[in-house]
């Protein structure tokens, strides 16, 4: 992959970037979730957003997500422990506590412990049981995170998908979750039907956070061949919601009042590395094992994994005379319309 290495030091940057510097800083000024919070503990937990090596920790109930180097000398601080009272580096055992504040510098126990040895942290917070984070926003900002249709309906039952990586652009895989043509093609083997190929036209709306759209077509959602539920020319609605960049709820309209709402939230690692977080909650089927829904959601992503990691280009071109369109392709014009309108390059994220 085509990185480039910052010629000049900013330490709230990246090292290695693999987007313009354009694109990464409009990019940054918005949450994207880098874990399943019930994989958080005391223990440091490595992961990377935006390019940005980062590291998850508890203290008490006190969730720290900071950038992954040791203001010393720079060493991962996910290869050291939690010893009850921080983080402690495998270096030269500086810990790290609440905040990010260092603690302790064995070395030098007498010595007043200036600032610059504490932790360069994010905002961050749990919901929809995954730990969100922002790499500008301020500790005390609202988080402007995606609103997700139903969670806290009590009649809901809620579910959070392990997480899936892809090698691919995550507006590579946003587009391609917002794409209603894709399912006889992609899907046969858990929820299209090779026979049921076209797509009636739909609208699109724009919004304060993005555009929404609602498909009706006889495409079903129950898994293939396990169930008649539906069958006879029930016209199901998917209502999509879209949140710039990255994230879409689809809440899928069941016979019988059923509703299931997956929150498709593709948060960006790198430029051509996305980790997939979805979360699902529904009003049927609630006495069924979690694991089935699970496995069927993650074998309808694996489905999509051969199309949006072998896309060429790997980028997302914004401008629409660089691929050909069709009616159904109606949400992902707009979705390109819509980034390029935000400022991100017309060749998103080359
Ligand atoms: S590098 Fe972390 S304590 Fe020295
Ligand atoms: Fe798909």
Excluded at 115 to 137: D, M, P, Q, S, V
Excluded at 165 to 176: I, T
Excluded at 300 to 328: C, G, N, W
Aim: hydrophobic share 40%.
């Amino acid at each position: 992959m085509n990185t480039k290495t910052i010629a000049t030091f900013n330490p709230d940057l990246p090292v290695h970037m693999t987007f313009s510097e354009h694109d990464w800083h409009l990019l940054a000024q918005h949450w994207y979730p880098i874990a399943l919070a019930r994989d958080i503990s005391e223990q440091p937990t490595a992961t990377m957003l935006l390019d940005m090596p980062l590291v998850i920790y508890k203290m008490a109930d006190q969730l720290v997500v900071a950038k992954d180097a040791c203001p010393h000398r720079g060493v991962p601080l996910s290869l050291g422990h939690n010893d009850g009272n921080g983080i402690v580096c495998r270096y030269h055992g500086l810990r790290f506590g609440e905040n990010g504040k260092c603690n302790r510098i064995p070395a030098h126990p007498q010595h007043k412990i200036s600032e610059r040895f504490h932790l360069k942290t994010y905002a961050a917070l749990e919901k929809y049981g995954l730990i969100w984070c922002n790499l500008t926003a301020t500790s005390d900002a609202v988080a402007n995170i995606p609103e997700m249709p139903y969670w806290e309906h009590t009649d809901f039952q809620q579910l959070v998908c392990p997480s899936v990586d892809l090698n691919c652009f995550a507006g590579r895989q946003l587009e391609g979750f917002i794409d209603v043509a894709h399912f006889a093609w992609v899907h046969p083997d858990t929820f299209g039907d090779p026979e049921n190929v076209e797509v009636p036209d739909y609208m699109t709306t724009e919004t304060t956070y993005g555009f929404e759209a609602d498909y009706i077509s006889s495409v079903g959602r129950y898994p293939i061949g396990t169930d008649q539920r539906g069958k006879d020319g029930f016209q199901w609605l998917r209502h999509f919601e879209i949140s710039l960049p990255f994230t879409a709820t689809l809440t899928i309209h069941f016979p019988n009042e059923s509703k299931q709402v997956i929150m498709n939230a593709a948060s960006p690692v790198s430029a051509r590395q996305t980790r997939l977080f979805a979360p699902i909650c529904r009003n049927y089927d609630k006495d069924l094992p979690i694991e089935d829904a699970y496995k069927f959601n993650l074998e309808i992503f694996e489905e999509d994994r051969l199309i949006v990691e072998t896309q060429k280009p790997e980028y997302l071109p914004l401008d629409l005379s660089m691929e050909a369109h069709f009616p159904a392709d109606r949400s992902s014009s707009m979705y390109r319309k819509l980034l390029r309108k935000m400022g991100f390059s017309p060749i998103f994220a080359a």
